[in-house]
């Protein structure tokens, strides 16, 4: 009895072990499934540059994958774990069509997708002015250029100069400037800005003023000849030929002592008939001398030493001042209209022209032009100088000289000087010396 209850007991014993058995290999616990999740499956950006972030969430490795070069992914790796904040950069579209790019992300034996699609590049071309108006005298202006593409620029006519001529990317700003217009009639002109592999184009249109008639003084020589209304550079206009041109083949012009009306030959040797020092008694007023081809040499008993008269005048030339001349008619041998530069005006042509030594008739002189653009432009010959003492002449086609309104200090006058490699003014020149005379409109 005690043997069959053993028995018993382990049965059931035996029997509950086998049961545990049967249902361990029935409870089993499923693996887990990979999840990766993006923030958002599509982008649509413009043609420009862009940057920007996704978030992906994951419990699983995973790499990511772009075929489109335009496309590139931070951090750059084979492969990536769990959860992470990615960073993509898209370049510039430089098509004129949307493009699109697929950046795939691979986790297990599934795939997810981000769409990309940059739209297409968009030409823009424009100025701040489609339209100037000038006066008719030199001046310049400036217009602002934008774009997101380069451009080339050009006007179409020569009065008109623009820099620079071409641009890049941004703003720009592009100078205009137009040369004075002597006719009496206004005149039109447009500047053309283009990107001809886009196709754009645009105008900006220039009117000038033509120039009044009252402000039209022609440059009319002692023998009438008619030289026209010369030649503007920055404000000023100035005769094309010197005092005394071509008056019986002064091709140079003729040679002014300071304060004197009439001019002198220019000659190698001394003047023969060279006159002492003009005494204040003998002066004849508005004819002046006792002859035009009279040299008067600089003498002691002239004021300062180097003067051609007894008592000088400073206001000969100029009854105004430096700032505001005014023409004395009496002795100065400018036409009507017109009268001799200061000092001022001078040092302005040289140190704000474009100059170039060069050759005209002849004779070897400075080119002077406003601008590099300009087709206008005046020729001074170096027609050199006349001796205080003498009269002889010196340095022809080697220097220039040329005759101020302006006076200086200790009773002389200013000049111009210039040789092939220098333009200056001198503040002080003896006046009994000879020098050349270009008028400037009044």
């Not at 089993?28 to 499956?41: F, G, N, R, T």
């Not at 400036?142 to 997101?148: A, P, R, W």
């Not at 200090?409 to 333009?423: I, K, P, T, V």
Request: overall charge negative; some cysteine.
């Amino acid at each position: 009895m005690q043997l069959l209850k053993h028995l018993t007991v382990l049965i059931v014993i035996t029997t509950f072990a086998i049961a545990c058995e049967e249902s361990k290999s029935i409870i089993e616990v499923p693996a887990a499934k990979d999840i990766l999740e993006l923030e958002y499956s599509e982008k649509i950006i413009d043609y420009t540059i862009n940057e920007f972030a996704i978030s992906v969430r994951a419990n699983c490795r995973w790499e990511v994958t772009c075929r489109e070069s335009w496309v590139s992914i931070t951090p750059e790796q084979e492969s990536y774990m769990n959860s992470a904040l990615l960073h993509l950069r898209v370049q510039n579209n430089p098509d004129t069509e949307s493009r699109k790019a697929d950046v795939i992300f691979y986790y297990g034996k599934d795939s997810t997708i981000l769409s990309i699609t940059q739209e297409a590049f968009e030409v823009y071309l424009y100025a701040n002015e489609s339209k100037l108006d000038f006066g008719y005298r030199a001046a310049e202006k400036n217009i602002v250029v934008n774009s997101n593409c380069g451009w080339y620029a050009k006007a179409d006519v020569n009065w008109i100069a623009i820099k620079p001529s071409t641009g890049l990317i941004g703003n720009f700003d592009m100078l205009i400037n137009v040369e004075t217009n002597n006719g009496l009639e206004p005149r039109n002109g447009q500047i053309h800005i283009w990107n001809e592999a886009y196709e754009k184009d645009i105008y900006v249109h220039i009117s000038q003023a033509g120039k009044p008639a009252d402000s039209v003084k022609n440059y009319i020589d002692e023998n009438g000849t008619d030289w026209g209304p010369g030649i503007e550079i920055n404000g000023l206009t100035w005769a094309t030929v010197n005092c005394g041109y071509d008056v019986g083949g002064y091709s140079y012009g003729k040679m002014f002592q300071w304060g004197r009306k009439h001019g002198l030959s220019y000659i190698d040797e001394r003047y023969e008939d060279a006159h002492e020092l003009m005494i204040a008694e003998t002066w004849k007023g508005e004819n002046g001398y006792e002859s035009a081809e009279t040299f008067y040499k600089a003498s002691e008993g002239s004021r300062f030493g180097y003067d051609w008269i007894m008592e000088g005048d400073d206001r000969f030339w100029n009854l105004g001042t430096e700032e505001d001349p005014i023409k004395n008619a009496q002795f100065d041998p400018c036409p009507d209209g017109w009268r001799i530069p200061t000092s001022y005006e001078f040092r302005q042509l040289c140190k704000r022209s474009i100059r170039e030594w060069g050759e005209s008739d002849g004779a070897k002189g400075y080119w002077f032009k406003e601008a590099e653009t300009s087709q206008e432009k005046i020729f001074l010959p170096a027609g050199g100088r006349i001796n205080i003492s003498d009269g002889a002449g010196y340095d022809r086609n080697i220097e220039g000289y040329y005759w101020t309104i302006s006076s200086a200090e200790a009773g002389s006058s200013a000049y111009l000087y210039f040789h092939s490699g220098n333009c200056s003014v001198n503040k002080q020149g003896s006046r009994a010396g000879g020098c050349l005379v270009r008028c400037v409109q009044e």
